[in-house]
């Protein structure tokens, strides 16, 4: 081998003695740290046992509880319909004003402030009521400065309703007319809120204001208790009285024979038929006729479910037209 290389090798070997040592000194630090960093790990694993109290006993697990429904959407509020446009009718404003508060507490984020809902109500005004509005607006008045003395301030100009002595003298002269009993019941029920009078009183006029037919028809029935009831009854007995005009208008229902209880046939003859009138004969006096002789409560219900006059027991006609009355007699 040539001297040089020969020389070569040697300084290489002799290097790779000097990184071998030094490899051995850092491995040798390393365990020393290893040694040491694992001694101060179970010196503080033992502290903390010894800290530690000891665990819970573990308890049984718990069924899940379900998910909440989920929460209405806050940002929608629910649909309300608009006021009608008032005008300064003095019977109205406080319906008016009832509406609009419904409105606002349905939407308060729609109309969170004072001005907007004052706004929301002249929106809503014509004629008188808007002129009126415009006025204080205009000028701005104190009046426009918080909703509650807006409202105020307009219940003093235009909520004058019939109250008290009032309310008395229009309940006592409120008359049926040619109204349906349902229509004639709403003015009453509406004037008997403001009139202050008591039960038997209200019952009282209200009987007093229904057409004479159709108190003739409600002689027949069982005294009624309360307003509730004679109302009740009166709406009953005037819808089959103008169904039956309807009937008499169109040409009268079907022929059909009416049935009849064999002592009653025994006596007054074959069961009338609908639509048609028999001949007139002498009328013998009958047990069965009102203002001759009392009838069951039994018979007059059967009179009433048959559609037959309360008074002679016939069909085609009711009690205030009944042919057989004397007062009708007398009347034509």
């Given at each position: 081998?040539?001297?040089?290389?020969?020389?070569?090798?040697?300084?290489?070997?002799?290097?790779?003695?000097?990184?071998?040592?030094?490899?051995?000194?850092?491995?040798?630090?390393?365990?020393?740290?290893?040694?040491?960093?694992?001694?101060?790990?179970?010196?503080?694993?033992?502290?903390?046992?010894?800290?530690a109290?000891?665990?819970?006993?573990?308890?049984?697990?718990?069924?899940?509880?379900?998910?909440?429904?989920?929460?209405?959407?806050p940002?929608?509020?629910?649909?309300?319909?608009?006021?009608?446009?008032?005008?300064?009718?003095?019977?109205?404003?406080?319906?008016?004003?009832?509406?609009?508060?419904?409105?606002?507490?349905?939407?308060?984020?729609?109309?969170p402030?004072?001005?907007?809902?004052?706004?929301?109500?002249?929106?809503?005004?014509?004629?008188?009521?808007?002129?009126?509005?415009?006025?204080?607006?205009e000028r701005?008045?104190?009046?426009?400065?918080?909703?509650?003395?807006?409202?105020?301030?307009?219940?003093?100009?235009?909520?004058?309703?019939?109250?008290?002595?009032?309310?008395?003298?229009?309940?006592?002269?409120?008359?049926?007319?040619?109204?349906?009993?349902?229509?004639?019941?709403?003015?009453?029920?509406?004037?008997?809120?403001?009139?202050?009078?008591?039960?038997?009183?209200?019952?009282?006029?209200?009987?007093?204001?229904?057409?004479e037919?159709?108190?003739?028809?409600?002689?027949?029935?069982?005294?009624?208790?309360?307003?509730?009831?004679?109302?009740?009854?009166?709406?009953?007995?005037?819808?089959?009285?103008?169904?039956?005009?309807?009937?008499?208008?169109?040409?009268?229902?079907?022929?059909q024979?009416?049935?009849?209880?064999?002592?009653?046939?025994?006596?007054?003859?074959?069961?009338?038929?609908?639509?048609?009138?028999?001949?007139?004969?002498?009328?013998?006096?009958?047990?069965?006729?009102?203002?001759?002789?009392?009838?069951?409560?039994?018979?007059?219900?059967?009179?009433?479910?048959?559609?037959?006059?309360?008074?002679?027991?016939r069909?085609?006609?009711?009690?205030?037209?009944?042919?057989?009355?004397p007062?009708?007699?007398?009347?034509?």
């Amino acid at each position: 081998m040539n001297p040089a290389d020969l020389d070569a090798v040697r300084q290489a070997v002799s290097m790779q003695g000097t990184l071998l040592g030094h490899h051995s000194t850092s491995l040798q630090e390393i365990m020393t740290g290893l040694q040491s960093l694992s001694t101060s790990v179970a010196a503080i694993q033992e502290r903390l046992n010894a800290s530690a109290e000891p665990p819970a006993p573990a308890s049984a697990p718990t069924p899940e509880s379900p998910a909440p429904a989920p929460a209405p959407c806050p940002d929608r509020e629910p649909w309300v319909p608009t006021p009608e446009r008032y005008d300064g009718d003095m019977g109205l404003c406080r319906s008016f004003l009832l509406q609009c508060g419904l409105v606002f507490d349905q939407q308060p984020r729609t109309y969170p402030t004072e001005k907007s809902r004052i706004a929301f109500v002249i929106g809503l005004l014509r004629g008188d009521a808007l002129k009126w509005a415009s006025a204080i607006w205009e000028r701005q008045s104190p009046y426009t400065q918080t909703y509650s003395d807006f409202t105020s301030e307009m219940r003093k100009v235009f909520d004058h309703p019939v109250r008290g002595r009032d309310a008395s003298k229009r309940l006592y002269s409120l008359q049926q007319g040619v109204r349906s009993v349902a229509e004639y019941a709403v003015e009453f029920r509406t004037l008997a809120e403001e009139s202050g009078w008591n039960g038997e009183a209200l019952q009282a006029g209200f009987y007093n204001g229904l057409s004479e037919q159709l108190k003739d028809e409600l002689l027949s029935y069982p005294e009624t208790m309360g307003l509730d009831d004679t109302i009740s009854l009166a709406m009953r007995v005037d819808n089959r009285i103008r169904e039956r005009r309807r009937e008499r208008k169109r040409g009268g229902r079907p022929l059909q024979p009416l049935s009849r209880h064999p002592e009653e046939e025994r006596r007054n003859g074959p069961p009338a038929v609908l639509g048609m009138e028999r001949e007139a004969t002498p009328v013998e006096p009958e047990p069965m006729q009102l203002g001759r002789y009392h009838i069951d409560k039994e018979e007059q219900q059967r009179r009433r479910d048959s559609n037959s006059c309360l008074y002679c027991g016939r069909s085609g006609h009711y009690l205030a037209s009944c042919p057989q009355r004397p007062s009708n007699r007398r009347a034509r």
